[in-house]
């Protein structure tokens, strides 16, 4: 599994030992990560709250720290960010580290990239989302 601490026969090529996994998570398919980013879509495509609870299910059985990003911002009207910002409101509640982000205009990009710091990370949502 992508992030499988081992060992390897330089010359041989091969696997001699892998060691135990700290966590795993099966969708992305990774181990032993400090922490998930989970990044969705607050539109286009529409924010799908059932995947994201899912998402979050998953990685709080793994024991990971949780960051929420909700990206293209930038498309939202007022009415709609109200929504979002109420929603926002529920998971920040329940201790979640949730951060706006609009890959056009930048929104957030900088605290996105200060959550990477010094953390073994992976992304997780949605094709679409703007992960990469």
């Not at 960010?81 to 890959?103: H, N, Q």
Request: glycine fraction near 6%; proline fraction near 5%; include cysteine.
């Amino acid at each position: 599994m992508v992030g499988d601490l081992v060992e390897i026969d330089r010359r041989e090529k091969v696997i001699e030992k892998v060691y135990p996994r700290k966590n795993s998570l099966t969708r992305p398919q990774v181990a032993n990560i400090d922490q998930v980013i989970i990044l969705m879509s607050v539109s286009r495509p529409p924010l799908d709250l059932v995947l994201l609870d899912r998402l979050l299910v998953t990685a709080e059985k793994a024991l990971l720290e949780i960051v929420i990003g909700l990206n293209k911002t930038d498309l939202l009207k007022c009415p709609e960010m109200d929504r979002i910002k109420e929603i926002l409101g529920v998971f920040r509640d329940c201790g979640y580290r949730v951060i706006l982000t609009s890959a056009l205009t930048e929104q957030g990009v900088n605290e996105l990239k200060n959550n990477l710091k010094g953390k073994v990370s992976v992304f997780a949502g949605p094709s679409g989302d703007r992960k990469s």
